[in-house]
């Protein structure tokens, strides 16, 4: 069967078979592997793409259903080389560890956002409820949420444009030749 849908915003259509779930085609028809896919069993939500705004879990929707709706993987999330607010979010609080479930969090994050754009720590919790993550402990996503929550506009306001951030600017001395002349070995 043929299915068109739109996903990240370019219209793709494709000749599938009916049974093809929508992770496994956005993977292995269209190869954006940023969704993962992990239980089957829409446990553990790392598939999780958005369509028409709203998380779903990929893993339990045909590709066939997704047929003439927007789908938004994480590749989606940058626009123009400049990142989401919710993927810098999660750079600058330590979002992720392993980073299997990110992308799902990712996603399920910007729908939050979307719906409401100053969510508290209650109402983040609830919207990554339906994702397992095994390493972070959620303190660090829901941080991670909350800093995309405050800066919507990403980091771009954090920094002036005459600021030079090159690592050099430490408040440690600078080490002399001297200090590290390693000619005395001590046993």
Avoid at 43 to 68: E, R
Avoid at 76 to 99: I, K, N, W, Y
């Amino acid at each position: 069967m043929q299915v068109s849908m739109t996903v990240n915003g370019n219209d793709v259509t494709s000749e599938i078979e009916p049974r093809v779930l929508l992770v496994h085609y956005l993977r292995e028809v269209l190869g954006l592997t940023g969704t993962h896919w992990g239980c089957d069993t829409t446990n553990c939500g790392t598939c999780v793409v958005l369509m028409d705004g709203q998380p779903v879990k990929s893993c339990t929707v045909l590709a066939a259903m997704a047929g003439g709706h927007d789908i938004r993987t994480v590749e989606g999330l940058a626009s123009g080389g400049t990142l989401d607010p919710v993927q810098q979010g999660f750079m600058e609080e330590h979002g992720l560890q392993c980073g299997f479930c990110t992308p799902g969090m990712m996603l399920t994050a910007r729908a939050l956002l979307d719906r409401n754009p100053h969510p508290d720590e209650t109402e983040i919790r609830e919207a990554i409820s339906g994702q397992i993550c095994r390493c972070t402990g959620y303190a660090t996503i829901v941080r991670s949420v909350q800093w995309a929550a405050a800066h919507p506009q990403g980091g771009a306001e954090d920094t002036a444009p005459d600021e030079v951030l090159d690592g050099t600017d430490t408040v440690l001395p600078d080490v002399t030749d001297a200090e590290t002349d390693n000619s005395e070995v001590r046993a």
